[in-house]
């Protein structure tokens, strides 16, 4: 076999990208990042907000960006294509075509010059073409990497050999027009692919009149919507005005065989109630009205956020597939035409605006780019994928996560991505650290007894920050301020020749500080941190005054206030940076082993995936035998037994030799923090283990009270599996009944993986014996995305559906089921049956409250554990070294409780693949001498980093026992909150001290007084 | 003719805020430049002391800003600078210094809103007139 390569290569930098490239890179194995596109994000970074909680979609994408840009292991090869893959697991060759952007990247500062005088305007794809950008761009503002790329179709001088605009302006001499697409081999491990997905373009389906300019897609609303886009988040119809009407039409490209789309998208339900909901809130004048056939509200807090936008909210929610939309002929307004529920009757129903619900489609490059990888797709171009191993694809050694495989919503593809980078870690696990390069500095120099020597860059900014401020006006003011030893202009602080003259003038005036007055440090402090370590300075002695975005950007118009305002802000940067302390990060030793609690399927997957990278595992299940809720179900959907896959998933985990199995064992007792927990286990043993995850599961509801049960022939979906195993289902008519003890007051969530179960037991029966009658009873039905399929072999077996309504539910008595049917105009039927089937929900076992405490991580309402971040990090808990997975978040199906076990070995295993353990230098400490013991800082600080301790103070008088506040750095973040709320101001908040904040704000006062005499 | 131009410490948290800041900037979106801007990791680091010292400092008004509740980088540091800010608010008023203080939520996505934020805060701190610690 060939040597294994430490590197794995990642096609798509969307969310899923981007997840598997940090988590692999964490761990040791060095990354390429391949994106077609200038930038990474993806779509994420074109959503305003994310269901279900509003958040915004840019505030948490953004520091993801900046992480993996910035990430020493992560090879960003962006605007690049995958032309081949050739080789084998453990060792492929991939040429990727580096496509010409025409501009030098070391050189361009993205000073943006070139964007005011490049003459040509197009259409703006990340404003989904609605608004205009130049043929020299960046895709987006918080695009990263921050250079420009010239779009070669557009450009004048590319095209026609004329203009030549951008390179005359460049100051950088960044321009190229002589650049050339290149192909350059790279050397891996593995491959992830993670491309996503393409909107479904609805033009083909023309009764919906996209060519309307008001009716738009749910993508181009998402972007009406953002006060980042086209009107800045006004919603306005193409003749400007506001609407007062909008409807949302669902399923536009999906749940559709005629067009040879027949899977639902998963996704489309949420984001329309979202829309919906965000449109409200800009104007709550605003009516609004999604048409749905189901409303597929499945994923965890979905079925409470539909609740809220139809009860509280108050968006009308009409259950009907409208046929099409009609344009009146003299108006021009927009109609939707729709069959009534219930009924044969079809309405017309006049709208200001039309959003189309479009769904989610294989991308061609995808498609293309799983030819190159000769990787099996099904007939709609997913990638195919086996339900026991949803990351594998048919070539060893490529895996694929996110919507490339079915279409899933943003916490399913973070944690397949996750998982994915798991799989890939582990092939190559006894290669990981070997291509990571540790970068060496020159050794710090010492500054301890110094004063102050402060060296200060004020940058033009080509003419970015110069043309409004008069930038040798505040050289020279800043050289009066105190410590200035020196200070100078710079063109563009942040070129490389500038760089390294920075370096030269911190030797040549033995500069101790430095400020450089340029712009935000969001994007530029790291940059300029390295400078001040290139030449022997602790990083923490820089500090960036920004007077490019909060000062001459935004004071266009009044250059005399701008440069009184540039001053202020580099004054007060002056004055921080004198009292600025030097910060180092910790190394600390840790334990490499791995818990992992619940030997369900979720909690053997990740004990096996931790394994396998060569960690210690504990893998502790309180039952006498593996396999968890699995094991109570017989069949899966593809029509494989349960024991299938458990029988080699058990044989595995008992014969790998780094995991120990504890079976008829609990976790009693937990202490420490991650790197070094120690536990006690029922039998009395004690382990030791730096990181932990949580799978308990879920359990079927027992449905006490609900629709009969209790009686012989009524029974739950495991019961009836097991009947259906047995061959013992004597009945020739069989009801279901959906949501039964769910959805409702007392479990108002909805349990995801019934609507699926009962329709892969329809089948089942109807396979058994098609003679036999079966009446599906529902509210929804939600067989999301590539499940969708058992509902149309369902219907196609004669089952028939009636939907019923949670204030009118079915009635169960001795040998019938009356139902008042909402999709026949509220007719009643009573029908006679031998067996009454219950999907029950699943709820969280008992005891996982217990779990909880033991690791002091929250659970939800329902009982269910609650993530750390509902999007974007759904595995991880906000407890350092603790994750979940499986039903224990929150129910679901076998594949993606595997897909998210494997996710939170990935996130685990990324700590424990390290060396040791780095604190941040921007942390907390406490000092003992001033604390007295109050414990604010612990009720205050979200990831119990501060700790009370019992000492003894010992003093010539007298001596006591006392509690001291402690915290620990390796899982303090630096927030600060702990520092506010100390009564004693015993917390000191390392680089952003009660001293450094006083001196800023001091600076903030010593004004001469020049802004009250300005008339 | 000396014309009261109101000076203004603005804090700013790193994820939401400051980002939102950088956002105007991005799109040139303009406003009026009378504040100036700290810096915070997280709004809950910024202690009540520190508005104190701003406004005995000459500041004629200060504006705390932070992420939206549910989407602090810290879960929910904003939690306890809302519920420190409305202290400071209503401790404002026992001081004869009412709408002098402010905290808003602004996200990284929200330019308009930071621009708008700052434009209101200004003007409503013109029409308070001269801090009554900084008159002579």
Not at chain 1, 219 to 225: D, V, Y
Request: aromatic share 8%; with cysteine.
């Amino acid at each position: 076999m060939a040597e294994l390569v430490g590197a794995v290569a990642v096609a798509g930098g969307g969310i899923a990208g981007i997840q598997s490239a940090l988590d692999l890179a964490d761990s040791g194995l060095k990354v390429y990042l391949i994106e077609s596109s200038p930038a990474i994000g993806g779509v994420m970074a074109q959503l305003d907000k994310t269901f279900p909680t509003l958040d915004c979609s840019m505030c948490t994408l953004s520091p993801k960006l900046a992480e993996a840009s910035r990430h020493q292991n992560i090879e960003l090869l962006a605007y690049s294509e995958i032309k081949e893959i050739s080789g084998e697991a453990g060792n492929f060759e991939i040429t990727v075509t580096r496509k010409a952007t025409y501009v030098d990247p070391v050189k361009c500062t993205a000073c943006e010059l070139c964007l005011a005088k490049c003459p040509v305007k197009v259409l703006d794809e990340y404003n989904a073409g609605m608004s205009k950008r130049k043929a020299i761009y960046l895709p987006f503002p918080q695009a990263v990497s921050r250079v420009m790329t010239i779009d070669a179709e557009h450009c004048i001088y590319l095209t026609k050999g004329k203009c030549g605009n951008c390179k005359k302006v460049c100051e950088n001499d960044a321009i190229d027009y002589e650049m050339k697409d290149r192909d350059e081999v790279i050397n891996v491990g593995s491959v992830i692919l993670s491309t996503g997905f393409a909107p479904f373009d609805p033009t083909e389906l023309e009764q919906f009149h996209y060519e309307h300019l008001d009716v738009v897609t749910a993508l181009e609303f998402e972007r009406l919507l953002s006060s980042s886009g086209p009107y800045v988040g006004h919603v306005k119809m193409a003749n400007g005005e506001t609407p007062k009407k909008i409807a949302w039409l669902q399923c536009i490209g999906s749940r559709n065989p005629e067009i040879g789309r027949p899977n639902c998208s998963a996704v489309c339900c949420m984001y329309a109630t979202k829309e919906a909901m965000v449109a409200m809130e800009h104007d709550s004048e605003l009516e609004t009205t999604i048409f749905n056939i189901d409303l597929r509200a499945f994923g965890k807090g979905f079925e409470q956020f539909y609740q809220r936008a139809k009860n509280e909210t108050g968006i009308r929610f009409i259950r009907s597939r409208p046929s099409g939309v009609d344009i009146d002929p003299v108006t021009n307004r927009l109609s939707v035409r729709y069959e009534v529920e219930g009924s044969t009757e079809t309405a017309g129903e006049e709208f200001d605006m039309v959003i189309l619900s479009i769904g989610l489609t294989p991308s061609e490059s995808s498609k293309k780019l799983a030819e190159i990888a000769g990787i099996e797709m099904d007939e709609y171009g997913n990638i195919t994928t086996a339900i026991d191993a949803p990351m594998t694809t048919s070539v060893p050694g490529i895996f694929a996560c996110g919507t490339i495989v079915a279409p899933k919503d943003i916490p399913d593809t973070v944690a397949d991505a996750s998982g994915a980078a798991s799989k890939a870690h582990s092939i190559l696990a006894s290669a990981r650290g070997t291509l990571v390069i540790e970068r060496t500095y020159v050794p710090e120099k010492d500054i301890t007894d110094e004063e102050p020597r402060i060296g200060v860059v004020v940058c033009d900014c080509g003419i970015n920050i110069a043309s409004v401020v008069d930038v040798p006006a505040v050289v020279e003011y800043v050289k009066t301020l105190p410590y200035v030893v020196h200070a100078y202009e710079q063109t563009y602080a942040c070129s490389t020749d500038s760089l390294d003259n920075i370096k030269d003038v911190i030797k040549e005036h033995n500069l101790n500080r430095v400020v450089v007055a340029s712009c935000t440090p969001r994007t530029h402090e790291p940059l300029f941190q390295d400078t001040c370590r290139d030449a022997g300075l602790n990083p923490y002695l820089f500090e960036l005054a920004n007077i490019r975005e909060h000062c001459s950007w935004v004071h266009q118009q009044e250059p005399k206030l701008a440069t009184e305002k540039a001053k202020d802000i580099t004054r007060m940067s002056v004055a921080r940076v004198a009292l600025l302390d030097l910060l180092y990060t910790q190394k600390l030793d840790f334990n490499h082993g791995g818990l992992v609690i619940g030997g369900g399927v979720a909690g053997m997957t990740a004990a096996l995936d931790i394994a396998e990278k060569g960690f210690t595992t504990y893998l502790v299940e309180r039952e006498p035998e593996l396999g968890g809720l699995f094991r109570t179900f017989t069949r899966l959907q593809d029509g494989r037994t349960t024991t299938e896959i458990l029988d080699p998933m058990i044989a595995a985990v008992n014969s790998n030799p780094n995991l120990t199995v504890y079976t008829g064992t609990t976790l009693d007792e937990v202490e420490g923090a991650m790197g070094r927990f120690k536990g006690k286990l029922s039998n009395g043993e004690e382990i030791e283990f730096g990181s932990a995850i949580i799978a308990t599961g879920a359990n079927e509801f027992e449905p006490e009270g609900y629709f009969g049960y209790g009686a012989d022939n009524v029974i739950t979906q495991s019961a009836l599996e097991v009947k259906l195993d047995e061959g013992t289902v004597d009945a020739a008519s069989v009801v279901m009944i959906q949501c039964a003890g769910g959805r409702n007051d007392e479990r108002p969530y909805c349990s995801r993986v019934y609507c699926t179960t009962a329709m892969k037991n329809v089948i089942r029966l109807k396979e058994e014996d098609p003679e036999r009658n079966i009446y599906v009873l529902y509210r929804d039905i939600r067989t999301y995305g590539v499940w969708e399929e058992l509902y149309t072999r369902a219907r196609e077996f004669g089952v028939i559906f009636m939907r019923y309504t949670e204030d009118d539910e079915p009635v169960v008595a001795d040998g019938t089921v009356t139902i008042t049917d909402k999709l026949l105009n509220d007719t009643k039927f009573e029908i006679a049956t031998d067996l009454v089937v219950l999907s029950a929900p699943l709820v969280a076992p008992e005891g996982a409250e217990d779990t909880a405490m033991l690791f002091k991580v929250p659970v939800d309402s329902n009982k269910f554990f609650l993530e750390a971040h509902i999007k974007l990090r759904p595995v991880d808990f906000a407890t350092d070294g603790v994750f979940l997975a499986g039903s224990a978040q929150a129910p679901k199906l076998v594949d993606e409780s595997i897909s998210q076990a494997s996710a939170a070995a990935s996130r685990a295993c990324s700590i424990l693949a390290k060396e040791q353990l780095e604190t941040s230098g921007v942390i907390s400490v406490v000092d003992a001498d001033v604390c007295i013991g109050c414990g604010r800082c612990v009720e205050v600080c979200p990831y119990g980093a501060p700790e009370l301790k019992e000492v003894e103070i010992v003093t010539e008088e007298i001596s006591y026992m006392t509690r001291k506040s402690e915290i620990d750095p390796a899982i303090c973040k630096g927030c600060g909150s702990c520092a506010a709320e100390c009564p004693t101001s015993a917390i000191t908040a390392r680089h952003f001290t009660t001293k450094q904040i006083s001196a800023v704000i001091d600076a903030f006062a010593f004004t001469d007084g020049s802004i009250e005499e300005v008339a | 003719m000396v014309v009261f131009e109101p000076k203004i410490v603005m804090f700013c948290c790193n994820w939401c805020s400051y980002a939102g800041a950088d956002l105007v900037g991005v799109g040139r979106l303009q406003y009026p430049t009378n504040t100036r801007v700290i810096r915070v990791m997280c709004s809950s680091r910024i202690q009540p002391t520190f508005i104190l010292q701003a406004l005995k400092d000459g500041a004629d008004g200060v504006l705390v800003t932070g992420c939206h509740i549910g989407d602090c980088h810290y879960i929910d540091g904003n939690v306890y600078t809302e519920e420190r800010m409305k202290n400071v608010v209503d401790a404002m008023k026992l001081l004869g210094l009412e709408g002098r203080v402010h905290l808003e939520w602004v996200s990284a996505s929200e330019g308009p809103k930071f621009r708008e934020t700052v434009t209101e805060f200004v003007e409503q701190i013109r029409a308070l007139g001269l801090s009554p610690l900084r008159a002579e």
